[in-house]
């Protein structure tokens, strides 16, 4: 038996997320007698639809969706069980899974502002990813919480992005945090490359974290890099999304349960390890 990960490469894909989310979904289906048929079309919906004509599949798990995503037009008429890890438009008849990320950006906010922080830095990562087709779900709730959240508790904002990883870009942007001498913390996005890159970039300058500087790393997987870092993250949790959306995907194909509209949610978890510093 077969169920097919879905899952687009573009040139701005995370290797690390990728690897991640792919390799425990594999395993969950394994666990449950499933092999698993990874597709990887940039567009995802032509090669899909040919997977799904030929039987090869019983169901589908979509990954890497973005708000506006191609894939979830041909998922809600399909004949076969499809889910999405990752929730997409509001109003969608594909059962989706996915951490609460508007719970994410009130809890980073609300940390922040708990501590006495009213004026930060954002750096998102790689920009077209909030561009492509509506933005990838998960930075664009993300994104639009925090800065919902921060109206509320009059933080203000500044926003930058990267395209790079590497210790030139993370040290430019360090330049651009000490340039306004107003901002105290830095919340990122960027991947695990990027946070190494920026703790770097601090201690060559002499910035102390969190003396000097408080950095949270939100909506990624730094895996053991941030515990060895010590760096506070709100991470992604593919272990945990992976195999509740495999049992729900197999739960759909043997009818144990209907499809439904309303996406499943979790809470997201704090790993709070010393980077943010009370003013």
């Known amino acids: 038996h077969f169920v097919a990960w879905s899952s687009p490469v573009h040139d701005s894909t995370s290797y690390t997320n990728y690897c ?11 666990q449950l007698g499933y092999e698993t048929l ?5 567009t995802g919906d032509e090669q899909l639809r040919s997977i799904i004509d030929t039987g090869m599949v019983d169901g589908v798990a ?5 708000m506006n995503d191609p894939r979830i037009e041909l998922a809600q008429f399909s004949t076969i069980p499809f889910i999405s890890i990752g929730h997409p438009m509001d109003e969608i ?14 809890m980073i906010m609300q940390t922040l502002h708990r501590n006495g922080h009213d004026r930060i830095l954002f750096i998102g990562g790689k920009k077209i990813d909030y561009e492509r087709a509506g933005g990838a779900n998960y930075l664009i709730r993300l994104r639009t919480s925090m800065h919902a959240a921060a109206a509320r508790y009059g933080i203000h904002i500044d926003e930058e992005f990267t395209d790079n990883d590497d210790f030139d870009a993370a040290e430019n942007l360090l330049e651009r945090f000490i340039s306004d001498k107003k901002n105290t913390a830095i919340v990122t ?11 770097a970039a601090t201690r060559q300058r002499g910035i102390r974290i969190p003396q000097d500087l408080s950095l949270v790393s939100a909506g990624t997987y730094t895996d053991s890099m941030g515990k060895r870092l010590r760096i506070d993250e709100f991470p992604l949790m593919p272990a945990e999304l992976c ?5 729900m995907l197999v739960h ?6 209907k499809r439904k509209e ?14 943010i510093t009370s003013l």
């Open 243 to 247: 195999q509740l959306g495999m049992n």
């Open 38 to 42: 990874l597709l990887t079309e940039e």
């Open 20 to 30: 991640a989310y792919f390799l425990n979904f594999l395993k969950a289906a394994r």
């Open 189 to 199: 996005q960027g991947g695990p490359l990027f946070l190494n890159n920026l703790v």
């Open 93 to 106: 008849n594909v059962p989706c899974i996915d951490t609460d990320f508007i719970e994410m950006g009130e």
């Open 252 to 257: 759909l194909m043997d009818g144990t349960i």
């Open 62 to 66: 979509l990954m890497d969706v973005t």
């Open 262 to 275: 309303n996406a499943t949610l979790i809470h997201p978890i704090y790993k709070q390890r010393g980077s």
